[in-house]
T-cell receptor
Framework: GIQVEQSPPDLILQEGANSTLRCNFS?????LQWFHQNPWGQLINLFY???GTKQNGRLSATTVATERYSLLYISSSQTTDSGVYFC???????????FGKGTTLSVSS | KAGVTQTPRYLIKTRGQQVTLSCSPI?????VSWYQQTPGQGLQFLFE???????NKGNFPGRFSGRQFSNSRSEMNVSTLELGDSALYLC????????????FGPGTRLTVT
């Protein structure tokens, strides 16, 4: 099955810093989503981005499907950005999302 | 528009018991998927239901089962609970089955003692 690798596993930043999270996947995908898991466990949708580039405020994402990677950019980070960021992909077989192990981001003031 | 809802939010059960978790998708969404999250295994796909039919199943034992009703609400059942079933169970809905954006509920945290 498809393998999803996220890097770095942990990231510690000062408020105001920028960061880039990476997601590599091992096969072609029909779906790619980025999520932020809040402290209570809920997965919050950030981007649905099987290809191309999208921006939403301080966050943006780029997926280069032909090279099998996606990047999530966080600019001017805030303490509320802390948490775990997951990349999840869906292959040819259908709806099932395959998740990476996540990047744990800690932003301090 | 209301999001995905899951009940109950927290549950404590004893080994050997069975449990039923419920998920109501976003209005108009017909696909419901279930995922298990544990510290050791991360987030893993359990199964997907669309139009009351199981469309896809992950690599879990037969003790894990589910169903979907005509209003798209879904339930999952775990029989003969084991300690290793302690996890956060997340439900996701999407408009259709396939490569559509999925939206997750708040989860049910199950503890098996």
């Amino acid at each position: 099955g498809i393998q999803v690798e996220q890097s770095p596993p942990d990231l510690i930043l000062q408020e105001g810093a920028n960061s880039t999270l990476r997601c590599n996947f091992s096969d072609s995908v029909n779906n790619l989503q980025w999520f932020h898991q809040n402290p209570w466990g809920q997965l919050i949708n950030l981007f649905y981005i099987p290809s191309g580039t999208k921006q939403n405020g301080r966050l943006s994402a780029t997926t280069v499907a032909t090279e099998r990677y996606s990047l999530l950019y966080i600019s001017s980070s805030q303490t509320t950005d802390s948490g775990v960021y997951f990349c999840a992909v869906g292959g040819q077989a259908g709806t099932a999302l395959i998740f990476g192990k996540g990047t744990t981001l800690s932003v301090s003031s | 528009k209301a999001g995905v809802t899951q009940t109950p939010r927290y549950l404590i059960k004893t080994r050997g018991q069975q449990v039923t978790l419920s998920c109501s998708p976003i209005s108009g969404h017909r696909s419901v998927s279930w995922y298990q999250q544990t510290p050791g295994q991360g987030l893993q796909f359990l199964f997907e239901y669309f139009s009351e039919t199981q469309r896809n199943k992950g690599n879990f034992p037969g003790r894990f089962s589910g169903r979907q009703f005509s209003n798209s609400r879904s339930e999952m059942n775990v029989s003969t609970l084991e300690l290793g079933d302690s996890a956060l169970y997340l439900c996701a809905s999407s408009r259709y089955s396939g490569s559509y954006e999925q939206y997750f509920g708040p989860g049910t945290r199950l503890t098996v003692t």
